[in-house]
């Protein structure tokens, strides 16, 4: 059994900062990409950022020179910097994590979703 478990979120001004965060807990044997998706008010979800597990981040155009994502594997931690938040950066944030379960193989998880408004 494995868990994710976002934080983070919440209300904050044009141009300002926000960091997100997603644990992994249980019984993970490894762990592979870890990314960041939204979704905004009737849109479809989207890719934000993934960071492979050997490789180099990759960005969505709309977030690059803005977001960071990192990863700290010795906590199973993701995280998502987000500086110069714009109103259209508004929707629920999730968490995807790809990784193997003890004695249960590899599987895909979702976070909760955490919600970020951006508004003056």
């Known amino acids: 059994q494995v868990q994710l478990v976002e934080s983070g979120g919440g209300l904050v001004q044009p141009g300002g900062s926000l960091r997100l965060s997603c644990a992994a807990s249980?019984?993970?044997?490894?762990?592979?990409?870890m990314s960041w998706y939204r979704q905004a008010p009737g849109k479809e979800r989207e890719l934000v950022a993934v960071?492979?597990?050997?490789?180099?981040?990759n960005y969505a155009h709309s977030v690059t020179g803005r977001f960071t994502i990192s990863r700290d594997n010795a906590k199973n931690t993701v995280y998502l910097q987000m500086n110069s938040l714009k109103p259209e950066d508004t929707a629920v944030y999730y968490c995807?994590?790809?990784?193997?379960?003890?004695?249960?193989?590899?599987?895909?998880?979702w976070g909760q979703g955490t919600l970020v408004t951006v508004a003056s």
């Open positions: 995807k994590v790809d990784l193997d379960v003890l004695y249960r193989g590899y599987r895909e998880l």
């Open positions: 249980g019984s993970i044997a490894s762990l592979y990409a």
């Open positions: 960071f492979p597990s050997g490789g180099s981040a």
